[in-house]
C-alpha cells in the first residue's frame, strides 16, 4: 500500500500552530526580521501615520515584507501577490493571514519609490555592518531591461515631421480656398466650416510640433508611447540601462541605478564614486569592460582596470600604417611617420575630444600607397591620451582581471533578470523603474546574505 495522506474531513483536537509548520531556517524568518528592523517612518513610507477618521490601512511593513518574499520568488504581479496572500503558507506566516488586495499592494509600490530605494541601501548597509562586503573590489557593469512598452508603440519623428509637412498642406489648401472664395469666408472648399477646420488643423500641428521640439530637447528620434520616459535602445529594444556595481568579496550588489542612456560612456565614475560612498572606503579599485572606455572619467578613477576602445584604420583591407606605426613627440607635440616626416597639430575636434596631426609632405611620400589614399594622412590624438594608454597598459598587463569582473556582475544581472520575467519592468516611468529595480536588488542581496552566514545567524545578527 502507497503512503496515505490524511483525510479532509479529520479533525484535529489540538489544531498545529502557523509557527510550526514554518522552518527556523526558512528565508521569510530573515525577511521579517530585517523589516522589522528598518524606521519605516524615517525611510519615509506613505501611510505611517493614522487618520482619527476612516478604516485604517495595512502596514508598510507588511506589505514590503510581501513584496520582498515576492521578488525573492519571481512572483511580482499585485494580482499573484494577492493569491499568495489567500494559499501561500509561508506568505500567511509573514504577514499573519492578512490578505490585501491586488489595489493597494500595486499602489504601495507606486507610493513609496523613494523609501524602497532607501530599504535597499539601508540593508546593504547592514551587510557592511556584517562584514560581507570586501569594500576593495568592485565591478561596474550595465544591461539593458525591457520597459513595459511595445515595440510597435513607438514614434519617430520623422514620421511627426511628414505629419506636419500634411498639415501644412491641408491648412494651405482651406486658406487658398478663403481667397477664392472671398463672399462668403465661413465656407470652406467642401462646403464645410472653414475657421472650425483650421482651428482644428492649427491646434493638431501644435501638438505635434510640441511632440518635436520635446524629442529635440530630449536629443532622441524615436519615443515610446505607453512609457514615454524609456528609450529606444540598440536592436530596436524600448527599455532603460540598468547600471549595477557588485562587490568581490561574496557578489554582493554594491548600488545600482536606472538610467536612459543607450551607453555606459558617462556612467563609470558616477557609480565609482556612488559605490564608495556606501561602502565608506577611501580607495576602491574598479573594474569595467570597455563601454566604459571614457578618458575624463577614467582620468578621475584611482587606478581602474578598463580595455580601451581604439579607433582602428580599416581600410584598404588593413594594407595601411596603423596609428601604432606612428610615434608621438611630446616635447615637439609632433608625431613622426614610418616615412620619417613630422606630422604637427592643426586642429582639434572637441566633440571627439581629439587633436589632428598632418603634414602636407604627404603628397610627395614614396610610401604613400601604404599609408593613406587620400591627400594626406590624419592622426588622432586623444585629449586625454596619456590616461588611456596607462589604463590599456595596466589592463592588458593584468589579464585576469577582466576574468574577475566577468564572475564578478554577469552573475547578478542574470539572476535578476530570470526573476524578473528576462528583464522586463511592469512598472512605467523611471522614477518607479527605480523603485522596482531596489525592490529586486534588495530580494537579491537577501538571498545571497541567507546563503553567507544562514538564516539563523543572520537572523541573530538583526535582532542585535
Known sequence: MHIQGQSRDQATLFPERLDDLIGQDNAVRVIDAFVDTLDLNALGFARMQLQATGRPPYHPGDVLKLYLYGYMHRVRSSRCLERECQKNLEVLWLLNRLAPDHKTIANFRVDNRVALTRVCRAFVQFCRSQALYGGEQIAVDGSKFRADNSRSRVTHKKDLQQRVSGLDRRIGAWLDALEDNEDNDDQGPNGGDTQGALGALRAERETLTERIRAMDDAQVSAQPDTDEQARVMPRGHIGYNVQSTVDGKHRLIVDVDVVQNANDLQQLYRMARRSQRQLQRDRVQVLADAGYSNGQLLKRCQAPYV?????????????????????????????????????????????????LY???????????????????????????????????????????????????????????????????????????????????????????????????????????
Open 307 to 355: 580595455p580601451v576602445q581604439r579607433a582602428t584604420n580599416n581600410q584598404g583591407d588593413g594594407c595601411y600604417f596603423d596609428k601604432s606605426e606612428f610615434t608621438y613627440c611630446g616635447e615637439g607635440d609632433y608625431y613622426e611617420c614610418p616615412a620619417g616626416e613630422h606630422l604637427p597639430k592643426k586642429t582639434q575636434s572637441n566633440k571627439q575630444r581629439h587633436w
Open 358 to 464: 598632418t603634414s602636407e609632405a604627404c603628397t610627395n611620400c614614396h610610401i604613400k600607397a601604404r599609408c593613406t589614399a587620400a591627400k594626406q594622412r590624419w592622426v588622432t590624438r586623444h585629449f586625454e591620451e596619456d590616461v588611456l594608454n596607462e589604463v590599456a597598459d595596466r589592463t592588458a598587463a593584468n589579464p585576469l582581471m577582466m576574468q574577475r569582473r566577468n564572475g564578478m556582475v554577469e552573475n547578478p544581472f542574470g539572476t535578476l533578470k530570470r526573476r524578473m520575467d528576462g528583464g522586463r519592468f511592469l512598472v512605467r516611468g523611471i522614477q518607479k523603474v527605480k523603485a522596482e529595480m531596489a525592490l529586486a536588488v534588495t530580494a537579491y542581496n537577501l538571498t545571497r546574505a541567507i546563503n553567507i552566514p544562514g538564516t539563523k545567524q543572520l537572523c541573530k545578527a538583526l535582532a542585535i
